[in-house]
């Protein structure tokens, strides 16, 4: 595809990987949201969007992609700029649902101005994880647990609820909401012993149903790893095809020294 790039760079080591791929692309950011290209951004408020959409505009930009953990940020009406009160009834009626919903309406407002929103996996293509991936290898117990948090994922995510699930020994021990899979994972953590039966556990990790993976989609990583360890789990099992890997080799090295399976599966 033809036409100028831009990264709107949000939390994360993704904005970084794209950055390191596509140095040509230029780089965005919105105050108050946190990102780790430091100084290199074109830093703009989100309550003056229309500024925002000017700057790239005049810059060439044709194509965007968003990059990152992007959080609700808290909305200053008094300094928004004329066009983003044109857009605050859609915006504020997307943030009472849930986040696919928002992004989804986020995604259009800027189609609406003539960009071509691309998803991060399509610009590095070896980010998503392959059916092929397999380290390790699952018990029957976790087997059946991965089985059971992927039919719990599949019932959850009509609603918009959750992209990662632990099962231990049939015993569902958490379901990733808005606080994200770090959160979970702690929570996992701390739960007694006596409510765990005899299975240590695994964590799985999957797209929403209808989800747009342009903007959102699931990722593990170094992190990720650091977490299931924490929790005590057997292993990591995510959709293939539909999950990014972030920091690829060091994800894998963690895996394989803390004796940890991880396993891709079309679900």
Known sequence: MSGQLAILACGGQLPVMLAKAHPQALRFSLQGIPHELGDTTQVHQI????????????????????????????????????????????IMKAMQGGDDGLLRTVITIFEDQGFEVVGAHSLLPDITVSAELRI????????????????????LSPMDIGQGCVVAGGQVLGIETVQGTDALLRFVGETPAHLRRDAKGVFVKAAKAGQDLRVDMPTIGPDTVAGVVAAGLAGIVVEAGHVMLIERETTLQAIQKAGLFLIARSL
């Open 47 to 90: 309550e003056k969007l229309g500024g925002l959409f000017k700057a790239m505009k005049a810059q060439g930009v044709t194509r965007l992609v968003f990059a990152g953990g992007l959080a609700r940020p808290a909305l200053k009406p008094a300094q928004m700029d004329a066009k983003t009160l044109t857009l605050v009834p859609r």
């Open 136 to 155: 390790g290898k699952p018990s029957k117990i976790d087997v059946q647990d991965a089985d059971r948090a992927i039919a719990i994922l599949n019932v």
